[in-house]
């Protein structure tokens, strides 16, 4: 039989845990990290684990310095100065705090298979990225900027290139001269340095994971040559990010053997919907004249 004082031990403990099951997932965070000795990049760290839960939970120790922009051996010794034994048992609490975060959770019967798991992951980036665009000033002037720019260079090279073609196929129908550049080195330059010289004043770049060589010297090539960048990635640090003139960074889902773009495919449809509000005139124009070219030429099944 346990003491009265074993009993009055074991009753705090369960509370103290029921109490740290009923925080927000961000008050639990904010607790493990309140460290007074954490160093700046440490502290960038903590700030990306508490503002992208959900995803980064479950990003390799190789995913999570590329994306805070600091080293492995960093990550590590986070880990070690958080309290923990290394990145893996640190990152094993960030997954049942997330997990309890999630529709559904925290109970193991409701926390799904892997796909599962992929869809809630890919939930909170975009719960992350509604957080974003509370604000929405950012989107709303630089798709003003977009719509203004004649031509509009849209850029997404190796992985990226399906976002720059769903991003350019739309942006065609509201935007007189949309071209898409979809290949790197000095055909890129080219395009780049072609559209800068017809009156273009923006591109649109997209950089995924893993993240090409080819893009960033694009960016700088148009730089260079006078064009202002706007970046679509999921770093909000790095060389990347140094090279535009803004940055909308959102989560990718890593939880499957290839990436998935939820976030990023709604940041493509916000910034053509800022488009579209830039220049609304020119936007009712050309939709009604794309309908009756699709009608005389039955581009679409009927219903």
């Not at 705090?97 to 409701?110: D, K, V």
């Not at 509604?130 to 090279?157: E, H, K, Y």
């Not at 998935?260 to 609304?280: E, F, H, I, K, N």
């Amino acid at each position: 039989m346990p003491s009265p004082q074993q009993e009055r031990a074991q009753a705090s403990a369960i509370t103290s845990e029921q109490a740290s099951e009923e925080a927000s997932p961000t008050s639990q965070l904010r607790t493990l990290f309140d460290r007074p000795r954490l160093s700046p990049g440490q502290r960038r760290i903590a700030r990306y684990l508490i503002e992208h839960l959900t995803e980064a939970a479950f990003l390799s120790i190789t995913d999570l310095a590329e994306r805070v922009g600091v080293s492995q051996p960093s990550v590590t010794r986070f880990a070690s100065v958080v309290g923990f034994s290394g990145y893996p048992a640190l990152r094993e609490k960030l997954q049942a705090i997330a997990l309890g975060a999630l529709p559904g959770g925290p109970a193991e019967e409701n926390r799904g298979n892997e796909l599962q798991g992929a869809v809630d992951a890919e939930m909170g980036n975009l719960e992350n990225l509604r957080r974003d665009l509370a604000d929405p000033g950012r989107v709303v002037g630089t798709g003003r900027g977009l719509a203004a720019s004649s031509p509009l260079t849209v850029l997404g090279l190796r992985i990226s290139v399906s976002l720059a073609e769903y991003f350019a196929y739309a942006a065609r129908r509201i935007h007189p001269d949309v071209r898409l550049v979809t290949r790197g080195g000095s055909v890129a330059y080219d395009a780049l340095l072609q559209s800068r010289e017809a009156g273009g004043t923006w591109v649109l770049a997209f950089s995924m994971p893993r993240h090409a060589q080819e893009t960033l010297a694009a960016m700088r090539v148009a730089r260079g040559a006078g064009l202002k960048v706007a970046l679509i990635t999921d770093l909000a640090l790095g060389p990347l990010a140094d090279e535009a003139d803004v940055t909308f960074a959102t989560g990718t889902g890593s939880r499957l053997v290839f990436d998935s773009y939820a976030a990023p495919g709604v940041m493509c449809a916000a910034l053509l919907q800022a488009m579209t509000d830039a220049d609304p005139e020119r936007t009712q124009a050309r939709l009604d004249e794309y309908e009756q070219i699709a009608d005389q030429y039955q581009f679409f099944l009927r219903d």
